[in-house]
C-alpha cells in the first residue's frame, strides 16, 4: 500500500511541475534596467526577432543601453 502511495504522489509532483512550467514559460518578457531606473519590456519575440539572448540585449548597436536585462 505505501508504494502505490508513493508512486500516486510522485506522478502527481511530476504532473504539477511540469504545468507549472508550461505556464511559465508562455508569457515571459526580457525585462531590461537603464542607468536611469527606467525599464523596459521586450517579448520573446522581439528578443528573437533581434537575433540575440535576453542578456544580450544590454548591448545594442554596439553600444550598452541598459545596466541589466533578464527573463521575468
Not at 504545468?19 to 531590461?32: Q, S
Not at 521586450?42 to 527573463?71: I, K, L, P
Amino acid at each position: 500500500m505505501k508504494l502505490k502511495s508513493f508512486k500516486s504522489l510522485r506522478n502527481l509532483l511530476v504532473l504539477s511541475s511540469s504545468l507549472l512550467a508550461l505556464l511559465t514559460a508562455c508569457h515571459k518578457n526580457c525585462v531590461c534596467q537603464g542607468y536611469d531606473g527606467s525599464s523596459y519590456t521586450y517579448s520573446a519575440d522581439e528578443v528573437d526577432a533581434r537575433g540575440v539572448t535576453c542578456t544580450n540585449m544590454v548591448f545594442q548597436a554596439g553600444q550598452q543601453f541598459y545596466a541589466v536585462c533578464d527573463w521575468e
